[in-house]
C-alpha cells in the first residue's frame, strides 16, 4: 500500500525554494525595470521547472509499510528502514511538526514528513523493538544532540 506525503506539504517545499531559486535567476540576468526579455525567460523556465518536480514529486514520492520495514521511494530510489534498527523517535517534535523524527543504531537522525494518515509514525512504534528511551538514547551516544 502506498502512502503519499499530503499534497501542500510538497507544493510548499517546493514553491519556497523554488521562490529563493526565481531572485537568484532574476538576479543574474539583471534587474531591470520594466522586465526585460530575459528576465520573462527565466520566470517562465522557472515556472515550468518548478511545476514539473512538484508534479513528479507528488507522483514518486511515497512510502511503502511492508512487515517490520518502512521503504521511502523518492523519484527512482528507495531507502529502506528497518524498525529494529531505529533507537529513538523523538515523539513530542514529531507529532508537533508532523515529520517522523528518528535515530538509527548509528546515532543518525532522519526526518520523514507523514503520510496524510500518519501511520508510518504507528508503524515505527508498534513494530520497532528495539526503541529507547531519551535517557538511555542519550547515555549510548552521548555527542548526540537531541
Known sequence: MKLHIPAWRVIKTYLLI??????????????????????????????????????????QDYYILEGRNLIQHRFN???????????????AWSKKNKTLNFYDKFGIVHYLPFDKQGKIYEHVLAKGDNLMSKEEFQERFPNVKL
Open 77 to 91: 530510489k528507495e531507502k529502506v528502514f528497518d524498525c529494529n534498527d531505529i533507537l529513538f523517535v523523538n515523539e
Open 18 to 59: 523554488g521562490l529563493v531559486v526565481l531572485v537568484v535567476f532574476n538576479v543574474s540576468v539583471g534587474l531591470a525595470w520594466p522586465p526585460s526579455n530575459a528576465n520573462y525567460f527565466v520566470t517562465v523556465v522557472w515556472f515550468l521547472s518548478t511545476l514539473l518536480f512538484v508534479i513528479l514529486s507528488l507522483t
